[in-house]
DNA sequence: CCGACACTAGACAGATCTGTCTGCTATCGT
DNA sequence: ACGATAGCAGACAGATCTGTCTAGTGTCGG
């Protein structure tokens, strides 16, 4: 079921503390960071709970990396994306294809980010990292808006940012990618409508 | 600070389980219903830790009472809202009104629902309350855009509850309430193209 | 007057969680 | 060959959490 690769001769096991991060980021994200207790994770790792201290501090500081492996991987995986498209509106919309990807998967659960700050405190270090991602969509969004000819790159940025949430939100509470296809068709209205 | 009522002489003292409600209902809401412990509840209602478990069963009977509370106060807030509006179309965007009017208080930290989800395991009491509550939002959306004379209820109502969810995790993310106004005057676009 | 009932205060058991510490093993650069 | 480093296994302390239990107080209907 894991996709564990075989053994290949030129690359040794990872790192444990690359063993801590993937299990890390795959229980924190399933069940949530709080939940999840270090126990969990290092026998989830096959790694020892000192090394776990050693390289990381504190569960906060676990969960930090963790979030900001997300952040560094969902940029990444956006955009390698959005390089295969040709015009800036196609790029554009490509971010919502990507998204509709993502929640397809049964794997999916929503916004990593949104689900870890639901179970912090609100001064932790859960939302620097957050403020961090949202900044970044934002960005990429207003990039791609004013790339695209938007009149009013910010306001239509402020309305693709809406329709990406939303589309996270229920595609895991209503356990179905419908809300991505939903919100594509809205965000290439706005943007017809934004550059008429 | 708190808007404790003055000692008016005709209404008594709330009975324990309803101080009990009121003060899972800040809390769970404030910080998470994981994060806040048994103790630190009836501490802030004042009520013995026996009578929370005669009232309530379990921790997970209180969470479901908070949640089923909260759903039906959501209803009653949204429908008496809705009254004072004259024409189909007014009614569906009020429902944006009613939103942007609670994602600009200080004390909103995005949808209840939603946050009990992330912090609780996804077979459990909470996704139950979590289902009805979404279930109704779509009919809402559904019966409103019928009315408003939407040539697709359905597909309507599916963009709106995406831009309903969208504003909530952009209030709660950003501390800022301008997603609700960017998510209304989307919502009035859309409805305009579905009745033209 | 009295018994049922609702409630309070707090001790307690048992589980779980974070974080530290000791002791051992294997590998690698010099 | 050898010291440094990284890692493993697991005990342990201290805090916190849920849920139960005992014992006592006040109130109200009959």
Redesign the interface.
């Known amino acids: 079921m894991s996709a564990a690769s075989p053994p290949n001769p030129v690359a040794p096991r990872p790192s444990a503390r690359d063993r801590l991060l993937a299990a890390a980021d795959e229980l924190f994200y399933a069940?949530?960071v709080?939940?999840v207790g270090i126990d969990r994770v290092i026998e989830h790792a096959g790694v020892a709970k000192a090394t776990l201290y050693s390289a990381f501090g504190s569960k906060d500081g676990l969960i930090r990396a963790y979030l900001e492996d997300r952040h560094r991987r969902r940029r990444a995986r956006i955009l390698t994306a959005l390089e295969r498209f040709d015009t800036p509106r196609d790029r554009l919309l490509g971010v919502f294809d990507v998204l509709a990807e993502l929640a397809a998967s049964p794997s999916f659960r929503?916004?990593p980010?949104?689900?870890a700050?639901?179970?912090s405190?609100p001064d932790g270090v859960v939302q620097q990292v957050?403020d961090e991602n949202?900044a970044w969509t934002r960005g990429l969004f207003t990039d791609l808006a004013r790339e695209a000819g938007a009149r009013d790159p910010e306001?239509l940025a402020?309305?693709l940012?809406?329709?990406?949430?939303?589309?996270?939100?229920?595609a895991?509470?209503?356990r179905s990618a419908?809300?991505a296809t939903?919100?594509r068709?809205?965000a290439a209205?706005?943007l017809d409508?934004a550059t008429a």
Do not use: I, K, W
């Not at 940012?161 to 229920?170: A, N």
């Open positions: 069940q949530g709080h939940t929503g916004c980010f949104y689900n700050s639901a179970e405190p957050c949202r306001a402020a309305q940012v809406v329709l990406y949430d939303g589309t996270s939100v229920g895991r509470m209503d419908a809300a939903a919100a068709a809205v209205a706005l409508a």
